[in-house]
């Protein structure tokens, strides 16, 4: 059941000495609820942030220092490298490197993303794992439901709540969750120092999704296995990509103009970014990601929509590649 929702940013002390609750910046009722579900679906120690991007830089500034070297995983959400090379005059360094295999020697800290958003390739875990240097393993699309990455030696979690987790495209958040109690710690000073703390209405919106997150996961999947299936066998489209689990789909049709195409011809499916969602989205990459990926690739990703009426959606747009 979803915690009482308490906006207070201080609570009196006990006694003369504070409890619990002393100062949201800290932590906050609806906050620690609903990280007390996120560690028990992944099995560790929850902490919720304003955003995914919020979660990926309190471990960037917790994990490294001056002068050390991210591999990143290729084609991995662009978010991750377009920050790390903005931390570039802090002394972050970056290298990105295929994740089917095993990350590059001399680095100081992995992070792979499984699947990838948009390739959708899945990173080597056992391989991964094997390497010195902590793992971090973004696993937004996945979901705790389909992967739980602590479980193959990674050492932290990473979400974007704002995707399947929330599930109703009305919140921003993120996550993370770890093995250890004492990064767990480490991570919490970072966020109560730098502020980077979610609002008791973000973790309310969060835990809300929780409760629903598993049927909603269930149809969505079904759906997207029906519409790769199907789109695998279309004309105008060149290549699709599905790891076999999970909502998310891409598709690569001639070019960016077919591609906006098809973006202007979809009804029913928004074209709109993000993902995860209950209505299905669909989108142009490149806009956002140049040359990293093909011009005419779509994201796709699918909601609770019936998926013949997705289908007929897709076909008709398709029919204007």
């Keep these: 059941m979803t915690a009482p929702l308490d906006r207070s940013a201080t609570w009196p002390y006990e006694d003369g000495k504070p409890g619990r609750f002393s100062y949201a910046r800290a932590d906050h009722p609806a906050g620690v609820a ?3 579900a996120l560690g028990a679906l992944d099995g560790g120690h929850a902490l919720l942030y304003p955003s995914g991007m919020g979660a990926v830089t309190t471990v960037v500034l917790t994990m490294l220092r001056a ?5 990143l995983a290729e084609g991995a959400y662009y978010g991750h490298r377009v920050l790390f090379d903005h931390l570039a005059p802090w002394g972050v360094r970056v290298v990105e490197f ?3 295999g095993s990350p590059p020697a001399a680095v ?4 792979v993303e499984a699947p990838a958003n948009p390739l959708l390739t899945m990173p080597d875990l056992e391989a991964t794992a094997a390497h010195p240097a902590p793992v ?4 937004t699309v996945a979901s705790p439901l389909r992967l739980r990455p602590l479980e193959h030696g990674c050492d932290v979690v990473l979400h974007s709540a704002t995707k399947v987790l929330a599930g109703h495209d009305d919140v921003v958040a993120g996550v993370t969750v ?3 109690r004492e990064l767990h710690d480490r991570l919490h000073l970072t966020r109560r120092l730098a502020g980077i703390v979610a609002s008791p209405d973000a973790a309310w919106l969060v835990q809300r999704g929780l409760e629903t997150l598993g049927p909603r996961l269930d149809v969505q999947e079904a759906s997207a296995r029906v519409l790769a299936a199907r789109l695998a066998e279309h004309p105008a489209v060149q290549t699709v990509r ?3 689990f999970s909502f998310l789909i891409s598709f690569d049709v001639a070019d ?6 098809v973006e202007r011809a979809v009804a029913t499916i928004e074209n709109a970014t993000s993902l995860g969602g209950i209505r299905s989205k669909l989108e142009a990459r490149h806009r956002w990601e140049g040359d990293r990926i093909p011009q005419g690739l779509l994201r796709l990703s699918v909601g609770l929509e019936d998926n013949e009426v997705l289908w007929a959606d897709l076909e008709h747009a398709l029919g204007n590649a």
Excluded: F, H, K
């Design 256 to 261: 960016g103009e077919a591609a906006g195409r």
């Design 34 to 36: 609903c990280e007390e």
């Design 136 to 139: 971090v393993c973004d696993a």
């Design 178 to 180: 770890t093995r250890s």
């Design 67 to 71: 002068g050390d070297t991210i591999a």
């Design 108 to 111: 100081d800290l992995v992070l």
């Design 242 to 244: 599905y790891p076999g």
């Design 98 to 100: 295929d994740q089917t």
